[in-house]
């Protein structure tokens, strides 16, 4: 599943977005937000995959949007208006559509997110730079556990070792590929290929329990039963 968040200041084109995005199954929605800043806010709690952006919104505008971000997801910007394609494209766009699309138009932009993903996939490291004790650790995606808040540091809590590093949850969600990892609550984030079984409100992980916040739990049963 392609975990996706739709952008667009009209209400009409939010629904066109949505509509198409349930039909099709491959998009899962994670967030639907009428502004860059609603959008921000929910980037901060979950990562996704693709985000459909409109390019011309009141504030901010979708292309500063999506330039202001550290780690990008892949975008297909939306619009009325053509001129934007060309700025789009430079941003390395996935794809842009024109309103008013079709759902065959749509679909033919999500084959594109397809087979960027898997070329991405194929290509991507499997492992993540860590700063701690002075040092620079190359820690593969598979030693991890889960990421613990600490103040100002972050504890990772890795199969063999614990390092203090020198960075923040949010930064380390920006890093981390949101396939293998996620946020359960505003203090952790663990290893999905490490989870036991979760009860309650808690995960189990090998000999650690981690909670889930009230605020991510439903996002946590989504990614679960995906």
């Known amino acids: 599943m392609i975990k996706c968040l739709i952008v667009d200041d009209e209400p009409l084109s939010r629904d ?3 509509t198409y995005c349930t039909d ?4 899962e929605i994670t967030a639907i937000c009428k502004d860059a800043f609603e959008a921000m ?3 901060g709690k979950s990562s996704v995959d693709l985000i459909f952006l409109d390019v011309n919104m009141p504030k901010l505008s979708g292309i500063n949007f999506y330039k202001s971000l550290n780690q990008k997801p892949m975008v297909v910007f939306t619009t009325a208006y053509p001129e934007f394609a060309v700025e789009g494209f430079e941003l390395d766009a996935t794809d842009y559509l024109l309103k008013p699309f ?3 138009r749509f679909v033919k932009a999500v084959n594109k997110v ?3 993903s898997i070329y991405q ?3 991507d490291e499997k492992y993540i730079l860590l700063k701690a004790d002075r040092k620079v650790y190359k820690v593969d995606f598979s030693e991890i556990l889960f990421f613990e808040a600490l103040g100002d540091y972050v504890k990772a809590h890795l199969q063999d070792k614990v390092l203090i590093v020198t960075t923040t949850l949010k930064k380390l969600m920006e890093e981390l590929p949101s396939s293998a990892f996620m946020r359960t609550h505003k203090s952790y984030i663990i290893a999905k290929s490490k989870i036991e079984y979760l009860e ?3 995960i189990q992980l090998p000999q650690h329990k981690i909670p889930i916040g009230q605020s991510y739990r439903e996002e946590v049963l989504k990614k679960l039963e995906s």
């Open 16 to 18: 066109v977005l949505k």
């Open 114 to 116: 397809k087979e960027k």
């Open 200 to 202: 309650g409100n808690q």
């Open 24 to 27: 099709h199954p491959d998009l």
């Open 41 to 43: 806010n929910s980037l």
């Open 102 to 104: 079709s759902f065959e």
């Open 121 to 123: 996939t194929d290509t």
